[in-house]
T-cell receptor
Framework: AQSVAQPEDQVNVAEGNPLTVKCTYSVSGNPYLFWYVQYPNRGLQFLLKYITGDNLVKGSYGFEAEFNKSQTSFHLKKPSALVSDSALYFCAVRDGFMNYGGSQGNLIFGKGTKLSVKP | DTEVTQTPKHLVMGMTNKKSLKCEQHMGHRAMYWYKQKAKKPPELMFVYSYEKLSINESVPSRFSPECPNSSLLNLHLHALQPEDSALYLC????????????FGPGTRLTVL
């Protein structure tokens, strides 16, 4: 079964410093990996995805993620954190495939990591 | 336009009420989803519609009844809910072909009294 793990409940970073939010995955077959961000009382916003190709994926709001197959990791990074980056971050893996006659690949989410960026 | 809209934003209902949540997208996506999210927890999948047909029902109680009137609309009909059903209900859509991302609406905050 596919799964993702986010080992940190919370990450604290000073504004201007680089940030990393960790994610490891367990999949059978090729991993399709995603990062989402959720601000308080809001829906999830898509940040970026890894499907294939370059291991460094660039996404929205200056975020990027590095896919590491040997370490089965997909850590989210940003070179310089902003206070406005403070939010809940979810890593997710796609489960299964689109089958026109049947099941749809779904997202399996990690438990989430709260990022707090202080001025 | 990568927007999924949901109405209402907030809903308070008694356990005997019948209400509906609505979701709409105009991105031409052919897969739509309902998720339930409790505070500080990840979303939990409830239903998946693919090409307007229910393809996945994650053992959701019958007091939740989904409906997909057309490819742009998704409803969730609520009846005889319990207080533990209070949560943020999120709608999402995708192009329906792996491996595209799902795009989420802002959610409906449901409180069951």
């Amino acid at each position: 079964a596919q799964s993702v793990a986010q080992p940190e409940d919370q990450v604290n970073v000073a504004e201007g410093n680089p940030l990393t939010v960790k994610c490891t995955y367990s999949v059978s077959g090729n991993p399709y990996l995603f990062w989402y961000v959720q601000y308080p009382n809001r829906g999830l916003q898509f940040l970026l995805k890894y499907i294939t190709g370059d291991n460094l994926v660039k996404g929205s709001y200056g975020f990027e993620a590095e896919f590491n197959k040997s370490q089965t990791s997909f850590h989210l990074k940003k070179p310089s954190a902003l206070v406005s980056d403070s939010a809940l971050y979810f890593c997710a893996v796609r489960d299964g495939f689109m089958n026109y006659g049947g099941s749809q690949g779904n997202l399996i989410f990690g438990k989430g990591t709260k990022l707090s960026v202080k001025p | 336009d990568t927007e999924v809209t949901q109405t209402p934003k907030h809903l308070v209902m008694g356990m005997t009420n019948k209400k509906s949540l609505k979701c709409e997208q105009h991105m031409g996506h052919r897969a739509m989803y309902w998720y339930k999210q409790k505070a500080k927890k990840p979303p939990e999948l409830m239903f998946v519609y693919s090409y307007e047909k229910l393809s996945i029902n994650e053992s959701v109680p019958s007091r939740f009844s989904p409906e997909c009137p057309n490819s742009s609309l998704l409803n969730l009909h609520l009846h005889a809910l319990q207080p533990e059903d209070s949560a943020l209900y999120l709608c999402a859509s995708s192009q329906g072909r792996d491996p595209y991302a799902q795009y989420f609406g802002p959610g409906t905050r449901l409180t069951v009294l």
